[in-house]
Nanobody, 125 residues
Framework: QLQASGGGLVQAGGSLRLSCAAS????????MGWFRQAPGKEREFVAA????????YYADSVKGRFTISRDNAKNTVYLQMNSLKPEDTAVYYC????????????????????WGQGTQVTVSS
């Protein structure tokens, strides 16, 4: 129900835009998040956005470089990644969780009920 795309190979300093398209239900009242997992490491939080889009939260490691946004009419959430670094290399996952609050979001992966299949991002030095 969540399809992530947009990953690829890019040189350090480059940019990529990830998309996460939801299908099967309306995700306009779902908080959305992006997580990533590098080989041999645990899954880590990247960014999250409330269903209204009015509240956003970033991991310190990506703050100022990544931008999360959403288009509820298209059932899609985006992650614009600029100034990419080799340490950003990972499989990126989008996630969603239903919420009754337009301001709710979470950085905890256990708080999300739905997950996409992941898209590989590789940043070469």
């Amino acid at each position: 129900q969540l399809q992530a795309s947009g990953g690829g190979l890019v040189q350090a300093g480059g940019s990529l835009r990830l998309s996460c398209a939801a299908s099967g239900r309306t995700f306009s009242t779902f908080a959305m998040g992006w997580f990533r997992q590098a080989p041999g490491k645990e899954r880590e939080f990247v960014a999250a956005i409330s269903w209204s889009g009015g509240r956003i939260y970033y991991a310190d490691s990506v703050k100022g470089r990544f931008t999360i946004s959403r288009d509820n009419a298209k059932n899609t959430v985006y992650l614009q990644m600029n100034s990419l670094k080799p340490e950003d290399t990972a499989v990126y996952y989008c996630a969603a969780t239903p919420t009754g609050s337009s301001w709710y979001l979470s950085s905890g992966h256990n708080d999300y009920d739905y997950w996409g299949q992941g898209t590989q991002v590789t940043v070469s030095s």
